[in-house]
């Protein structure tokens, strides 16, 4: 077994001790490994620069079973037993899958350092099944999860909005019901919508009634061809093949036993569904930045600095016209390295939080966010060129700390000299 890069895997595959995991785990990590990065992993780059993951995979995927393990555990064991789903890749049955049997898949899932291959494929299922085994009715379950729990038919989550972001309880998309009492008209709009362009379904956060958390509710809404529903994929900064979505719902008649749970509910069974959502994400994002450290532990390995760290300053144009070159080289050199150093730390911290504060826009290539869209692409671009920041930070100290030795040792007295 190859020995891995410092930081590269969790430290119980680096053979240290874990109290975490039990034989059922370390043999679902093997056979889950070689089963994603033999559909997934290895061409997962080449897929996130077309922009695309092809439709056999999420197919491949759904045969093998390989879906199931990205809903919450416990799995739903009677569901599954019921559609003849009793274990996962010959290695784990479905009744013993824990939480941590979760936490390895979703950290395999995201080995190849990229989140939209794996969200392309998962997304939906893991967000959007959930509310309809916890909250939903017999007669809801009965015609939606056959279909569902064996990717014979796709499905996603969708809640945000353009005008709302992360404000759930602001949403404005609406269900009011037909006279008759049997369907709801929907109207509104949803954006970045994960796996919405190829789901026939949706799980969509609708206003029932009134302003605020206690008007919501959530709704089992059909997408794909379905009449008044209008779909087409965005461009976001990164997650490119993930199928990030804007949906249009002009009138559309949805029966109201589609209902998921009760009415003004919705904020309630959305909260809870956040949580198995956060913590996947937290698991990916910690395998992207192991993934990201290692490759550049790696690299650094392979490289070879230049020993004279001028050549990094020698880029920047900061001429002092009133100090001569030399006077200027010295007394300034580290100096212009730590402001550059520092410009790109200030950098990366507004263009994060422009980020943040634009919420899903913040996110988007188009639109009111662009600029901070663009900017935080740009971050990498102060950092890295012209001297990485760590270098210069290094200069920096080195050189301030040389002037400061020789500054003071041209102040000290000769041996034998006197005041007086």
Same mark, same amino acid.
């Given at each position: 077994?190859?020995?891995?890069?410092?930081?590269?895997? &969790?430290?119980?595959?680096?053979?240290?001790?874990?109290?975490?995991?039990?034989?059922? !785990?370390?043999?679902?990590?093997?056979?889950?490994?070689?089963?994603?990065?033999?559909?997934?992993?290895?061409?997962?780059?080449?897929?996130?620069?077309?922009?695309?993951?092809?439709?056999?995979?999420? !197919?491949?995927?759904?045969?093998?079973?390989?879906?199931? &393990?990205?809903?919450?555990?416990?799995?739903?064991?009677?569901?599954?037993?019921?559609?003849?789903?009793?274990?996962?890749?010959? +290695?784990?049955?479905?009744?013993?899958?824990?939480?941590? !049997?979760?936490?390895?898949?979703?950290?395999?899932? +995201?080995?190849?350092? @990229?989140?939209?291959?794996?969200?392309?494929?998962? +997304?939906?299922?893991?967000?959007?099944?959930?509310?309809?085994?916890?909250?939903?009715?017999?007669? =809801?379950?009965?015609?939606? @999860?056959?279909?569902?729990?064996?990717?014979?038919?796709?499905?996603?989550?969708?809640?945000?909005?353009?005008?709302?972001?992360?404000?759930?309880?602001?949403?404005?998309?609406?269900?009011?019901?037909?006279?008759?009492?049997?369907?709801?008209?929907?109207?509104?709009?949803?954006?970045?919508?994960?796996?919405?362009?190829?789901?026939?379904?949706?799980?969509?956060?609708?206003?029932?009634?009134?302003?605020?958390?206690?008007?919501?509710?959530?709704?089992?809404?059909?997408? =794909?061809?379905?009449?008044?529903?209008?779909?087409?994929?965005?461009?976001?900064?990164?997650?490119?093949?993930?199928?990030?979505?804007?949906?249009?719902?002009?009138?559309?008649?949805?029966?109201?036993?589609?209902?998921?749970?009760?009415?003004?509910?919705?904020?309630?069974?959305?909260?809870?569904?956040?949580?198995?959502?956060?913590? +996947?994400?937290?698991?990916?994002?910690?395998?992207?930045?192991?993934?990201?450290?290692?490759?550049?532990?790696?690299?650094?390995?392979?490289?070879?600095?230049?020993?004279?760290?001028?050549?990094?300053?020698?880029?920047?144009?900061?001429?002092?016209?009133?100090?001569?070159?030399?006077?200027?080289?010295?007394?300034?050199?580290? =100096?212009?390295?730590?402001?550059?150093?520092?410009?790109?730390?200030?950098?990366?911290?507004?263009?994060?939080?422009?980020?943040?504060?634009?919420?899903?826009?913040?996110?988007?290539?188009?639109?009111?966010?662009?600029?901070?869209?663009?900017?935080?692409?740009?971050?990498?671009?102060?950092?890295?060129?012209?001297?990485?920041?760590?270098?210069?930070?290094?200069?920096?100290?080195?050189? @301030?700390?040389?002037?400061?030795?020789?500054?003071?040792?041209? =102040?000290?007295?000769?041996?034998?000299?006197?005041? @007086?």
């Amino acid at each position: 077994m190859k020995q891995p890069i410092p930081f590269s895997e &969790p430290p119980a595959l680096c053979g240290l001790p874990s109290p975490y995991y039990t034989p059922s !785990h370390v043999a679902w990590r093997k056979a889950c490994r070689s089963f994603i990065d033999e559909n997934l992993t290895q061409h997962a780059m080449d897929w996130e620069r077309e922009g695309f993951v092809p439709e056999d995979v999420f !197919h491949q995927f759904a045969a093998s079973n390989m879906l199931v &393990p990205s809903l919450p555990a416990p799995l739903p064991v009677q569901w599954l037993k019921k559609l003849g789903i009793h274990d996962i890749l010959n +290695t784990v049955k479905v009744e013993d899958w824990d939480y941590i !049997h979760t936490a390895i898949y979703t950290d395999e899932m +995201t080995r190849s350092g @990229l989140q939209g291959p794996a969200a392309s494929l998962t +997304t939906g299922f893991s967000y959007a099944i959930p509310p309809i085994l916890k909250f939903g009715s017999q007669q =809801l379950q009965e015609r939606f @999860l056959p279909h569902l729990l064996i990717g014979k038919k796709r499905t996603c989550i969708a809640i945000t909005e353009p005008n709302t972001g992360s404000d759930v309880a602001g949403i404005q998309t609406t269900a009011t019901k037909t006279p008759n009492g049997q369907n709801y008209i929907v109207n509104g709009t949803k954006k970045w919508i994960t796996n919405g362009i190829w789901s026939s379904y949706a799980t969509m956060a609708v206003r029932t009634s009134g302003p605020g958390p206690a008007g919501l509710s959530l709704l089992l809404v059909p997408l =794909l061809d379905y009449p008044g529903v209008s779909m087409r994929k965005i461009k976001v900064a990164g997650h490119l093949t993930s199928g990030t979505t804007f949906i249009e719902l002009d009138e559309v008649k949805v029966p109201v036993k589609n209902l998921i749970g009760q009415e003004g509910q919705g904020m309630k069974y959305i909260m809870t569904n956040f949580n198995h959502e956060r913590l +996947t994400i937290a698991i990916g994002v910690t395998r992207q930045a192991r993934v990201a450290l290692a490759a550049a532990f790696e690299y650094c390995l392979q490289r070879a600095l230049l020993e004279s760290q001028w050549a990094w300053i020698e880029q920047f144009v900061y001429q002092m016209t009133r100090m001569g070159k030399m006077e200027a080289d010295v007394e300034l050199g580290g =100096l212009t390295a730590l402001a550059k150093a520092q410009a790109g730390i200030v950098l990366d911290e507004c263009a994060r939080c422009a980020v943040l504060l634009f919420g899903g826009n913040g996110f988007t290539t188009t639109g009111r966010g662009e600029i901070a869209e663009r900017i935080y692409r740009d971050v990498p671009g102060a950092r890295v060129p012209g001297g990485s920041e760590d270098v210069m930070l290094d200069l920096a100290v080195r050189q @301030l700390v040389k002037n400061y030795q020789n500054k003071t040792k041209a =102040l000290e007295r000769p041996k034998g000299s006197s005041k @007086l």
